[in-house]
């Protein structure tokens, strides 16, 4: 790999560590990864695109083009991408503010719609997979149907609004993230979609790393971030959504985590429901939310 790095980027790797199909190293004082491209290949102009756009105002990750001025390599069958990694981005709701606050050139093919589709779509591809698997895996089987449950209600939620709700200029399309499970700065992880996405996400993610200070932190965000009816509601639909147990359930099937792992969701049922009653609580602050039926047993005292 050494000698396709000098020859395609003119780059003198050093200290090149190999993990899976990714390769780490360093030159002058900076550090690279030579990692393997799995997104479509028609996206990656758009993606080069955006992330030359994106280096005038952040610092993110930069793409290197090799010495034919293309952003993608293609070594064998498979094609590979030079990064030039920046520092760590912290995931807090003042980044996601920044992020979502930047204009943005109009590229099509990097923005998300439907996700009530993509969401149906993905349920019926694990209800087949998990019936040809479900004696392989007795903790997805046991806690399957419950968060399949949680899927279809924000699948529902998510298709009234859109029916009884307009959309309004706080409505617009922003830098967002596929996974903000993934790094911040990784420009394969960018895309473009409502500002409630990165939310959603970290709303749930903060529940598992017991952030104390959500509230906080939602009050500071909402301040600056200016969020319509449906706005507001198209977050919740997100929220109710259980993307974090579908992580967790792919990497499983694909042998990445043991099923263990499942434990840590399914042992905090009672509290997570109970957490998203009180952003359920808080959020109606800002909107006349609908009413979620079996929420409503999830009354309890408590300060926001």
Do not use: C
């Not at 993990?19 to 190293?25: A, K, Q």
């Not at 996405?197 to 600056?224: G, P, T, V, W």
């Not at 840590?264 to 979620?292: A, G, R, T, W």
């Amino acid at each position: 790999m050494k000698n396709i790095i000098e020859f395609y980027y003119n780059l003198s790797p050093e200290n090149i560590k190999q993990e899976n199909n990714n390769y780490y190293f360093n030159t002058n004082n900076n550090n690279y990864i030579f990692k393997e491209y799995n997104i479509n290949i028609a996206l990656i102009e758009d993606i080069a695109k955006l992330n030359i756009y994106l280096n005038n105002y952040l610092n993110i990750n930069k793409i290197i083009f090799n010495k034919y001025n293309n952003p993608l390599t293609k070594i064998n069958s498979n094609y590979y991408i030079l990064i030039l990694q920046s520092n760590k981005i912290n995931i807090d709701l003042a980044t996601i503010s920044k992020f979502s606050s930047i204009s943005l050139p109009k590229i099509n093919t990097l923005e998300r719609n439907n996700w009530q589709i993509l969401w149906s779509n993905m349920i019926d591809y694990y209800e087949t997979q998990i019936g040809e698997n479900s004696k392989k895996y007795p903790l997805i089987r046991e806690s399957f149907d419950y968060f399949i449950g949680l899927a279809e209600n924000a699948i529902s939620y998510l298709t009234y609004t859109k029916k009884e709700t307009p959309k309004t200029i706080y409505d617009n399309k922003v830098l967002s993230h596929n996974n903000l499970y993934h790094s911040l700065e990784d420009p394969l992880n960018i895309i473009i979609d409502h500002k409630s996405r990165d939310l959603a996400e970290y709303i749930k993610i903060s529940f598992f790393n017991n952030n104390k200070n959500i509230f906080q932190e939602l009050d500071n965000y909402f301040y600056y971030q200016k969020y319509s009816d449906y706005g507001i509601r198209v977050l919740f639909s997100r929220i109710l959504y259980p993307s974090f147990y579908f992580k967790i359930y792919n990497d499983i099937i694909q042998g990445i985590i043991k099923e263990k792992e499942l434990n840590k969701i399914i042992n905090n049922i009672d509290k997570y429901e109970i957490y998203i009653y009180k952003i359920y609580i808080y959020l109606k602050k800002y909107s006349n939310l609908p009413p979620v039926e079996w929420l409503k047993k999830r009354k309890t005292n408590f300060r926001l």
